[in-house]
């Protein structure tokens, strides 16, 4: 009896795993990907509280390039993307590439504009936060993840994704891919 309990135990834990690893691999496939085709970008919508900047529409940055971030200030994966985009805004953006970072909640206490703002301040961020507290924007990207990274060229079309961590020369190369078109 007590072998058999051991043996379903063993069976069900296996079963488990292989369960979690289809899951895994399948979800690593997903966050990893990028898009490069183009569609019209959504407008900013429904935002709560722009900071560090006015209120900004899409149609007013037609002649740049756009790297609008999904971000919120207490995920750690967005945390590790920060010193990148913080980096591309600098290096780039007065060779007209502007970075939105598109604050979009996960829990109720980062629906807060003072601890957002806290927060944008500890971590140094001097470009644009839309604060998206009622996922209108994310809804209009379709967006599903945190960090999510979408570039917009020129023209005002989404040209190439990223969801999670990494791909950083891969995301960097189109940026400049991107500032080097003509308008």
Same mark, same amino acid.
């Given at each position: 009896?007590?072998?058999?309990?051991?043996?379903?135990?063993?069976?069900?834990?296996?079963?488990?795993?292989?369960?979690?690893?289809?899951?895994?691999?399948?979800?690593?496939?997903?966050?990893?990907?990028?898009?490069?085709?183009?569609?019209?970008?959504?407008?900013?919508t429904g935002i709560t509280q722009w900071l560090n900047s006015?209120?900004?529409?899409?149609?007013?940055?037609?002649?740049?390039?756009?790297?609008?971030?999904?971000?919120?200030?207490?995920?750690?994966?967005?945390?590790?993307?920060?010193?990148?985009?913080?980096?591309?805004?600098?290096?780039?953006?007065?060779?007209?590439?502007?970075?939105? $970072?598109?604050?979009?909640?996960?829990?109720?206490? !980062?629906? =807060?504009?003072?601890?957002?703002?806290?927060? %944008?301040?500890? &971590?140094?961020?001097s470009y644009p936060v839309a604060q998206d507290n009622q996922?209108?924007?994310?809804?209009?990207?379709?967006?599903?993840?945190?960090?999510?990274?979408?570039?917009?060229?020129?023209? $005002?079309?989404?040209?190439?994704?990223?969801?999670? !961590?990494? =791909?950083?020369?891969?995301?960097?190369?189109? %940026?400049?891919? &991107?500032?080097?078109?003509?308008?």
């Open positions: 009896m007590n072998a058999r309990l051991k043996t379903l135990a063993l069976a069900t834990a296996f079963a488990a795993f292989a369960a979690f690893a289809a899951t895994a691999a399948t979800h690593a496939t997903t966050i990893g990907a990028q898009q490069e085709s183009a569609s019209p970008a959504p407008e900013f006015e209120p900004l529409k899409l149609q007013q940055l037609r002649g740049k390039v756009v790297l609008v971030d999904f971000w919120t200030y207490s995920c750690i994966n967005c945390a590790n993307t920060l010193p990148y985009v913080k980096s591309w805004n600098q290096k780039y953006k007065d060779q007209g590439l502007t970075v939105i $970072g598109v604050h979009t909640p996960e829990y109720p206490f !980062e629906r =807060d504009t003072g601890n957002v703002k806290t927060a %944008i301040k500890r &971590l140094g961020i996922y209108a924007t994310w809804n209009a990207y379709n967006n599903q993840y945190w960090p999510a990274f979408y570039l917009i060229d020129k023209k $005002g079309q989404i040209v190439y994704s990223h969801f999670g !961590e990494g =791909d950083y020369a891969q995301t960097e190369a189109k %940026i400049q891919a &991107l500032l080097a078109q003509k308008s």
